[in-house]
């Protein structure tokens, strides 16, 4: 059952240096806290089913819209620039009753990581990785790029967009509806609908990423914090050969791999992305609660953190 909680989230306006970002907690009274940073041209919206059960298991979960996307503002001048999102993130997380474990997709990720691995003390408490590691599959991140440049004039109703989605997203069965898609578009005064970020960010952040792989190498091999890395067996993005870089960087972290899910692992998968961060949460918790003087509560519920999946396991499991 959703509680009144969890089915009426807390919707605030974050400030931060020089903008205003939307951010949305359910179950603000939750233990521990789950921080999650979607990935680039997405909304908060991307993770509502999951933050919706993990916090019926007792969570304080907290999702929020990169600037510049969704509902937060856009920077004035157009110019983007990778720290000023990092920035964004540990203020969200500072703000928070509790160091959080970070659940980062994508762009989230990369920003987890490098916040990760550049602060001592980290402002998380661990961090979950999700389809990304710090060197990506050029490829893969050029398709996402192409079509997200594809309809500069955006289009002429729901119908369209949903079908342009569809075909870009063949391995979902159900076709994206008018509800669905509202957070995600936006009419001009044109009357047409373009997505819900500023096109300045493609100048921005994107045309630079290349140039901080270096720096979130060196960064990921300083993470001194819990890691789990859940990857989609189908993506183009991360590969055996990212993760198998990444484990030797990062050799404490634990690898899952989820075979049915592409580079969208919680969109594609969501049962099984959401039984994974309850599973490492879980665990979590019971490594503090084992530990002397904790007042580290457990999670509510439990009945499905058991459940037979098809998961598959590689490199170290956190101790």
């Known amino acids: 059952m959703v509680s009144p909680t969890t089915a009426n989230p807390e919707v605030c306006r974050f400030p931060v ?5 939307a951010v949305e907690t ?20 991307a993770w509502n089913v999951a933050a919706t059960a993990l916090a019926e298991e007792g ?13 937060s503002d856009r920077v004035l001048d157009g110019e983007y620039r990778m720290e000023q999102f990092a920035d964004d993130l540990i203020r969200i997380a500072e703000a928070q009753p509790e160091p959080p474990i970070l659940v980062g997709a994508s762009m989230g990720g990369l920003l987890g990581m490098l916040v990760a691995g550049e602060m001592t003390p980290s402002p998380f408490r661990a961090l979950i990785l999700v389809d990304i590691t ?13 079509f997200m440049q594809a309809y500069p004039e955006g289009f ?29 578009l936006r009419k001009g005064p044109d009357g047409r609908l373009r997505w819900h970020w500023d096109p300045a960010l493609l100048a921005g952040v994107v045309a630079q990423s290349e140039r901080y792989q270096p720096r979130l190498l060196a960064a990921a ?12 067996a189908s993506s183009d993005v991360v590969s055996s050969d990212t993760v198998k870089e990444f484990l030797q960087r990062v050799p404490h972290a634990r690898h899952v791999e989820l075979p049915h899910a592409t580079h969208m692992v919680a969109g594609d998968s969501n049962d099984a992305f959401t039984r994974e961060v309850a599973r490492f949460v879980q665990d979590l918790v019971q490594q503090n609660l084992a530990q002397p003087n904790s007042s580290q509560p457990d ?9 037979p ?10 101790p």
Request: aromatic share 6%; glycine share 10%; proline share 5%.
């Open 156 to 184: 002429a109703d729901y119908d369209e967009a949903a079908e342009k989605i569809a075909g870009y997203l063949p391995q979902r069965r159900e076709r994206k509806t008018e509800e669905q898609l509202r957070p995600l």
């Open 17 to 21: 240096a020089d903008l205003n970002l």
């Open 59 to 71: 969570c304080r979960c907290v999702t929020f819209d990169s600037r510049g996307h969704g509902e």
């Open 134 to 146: 710090p060197r990506w599959e050029t490829a893969g991140v050029e398709r996402i790029l192409a």
């Open 221 to 232: 091999s300083r993470i001194d914090v819990p890691v789990l890395l859940l990857s989609g």
């Open 309 to 318: 999946d098809d998961r598959h396991y590689a490199g170290a499991v956190q």
């Open 26 to 45: 359910r179950n603000a009274a939750g233990r521990p806290v789950l921080l999650f940073s979607h990935g680039f041209g997405q909304t908060r919206g």
């Open 299 to 307: 999670l509510s519920n439990q009945q499905d953190l058991d459940r």
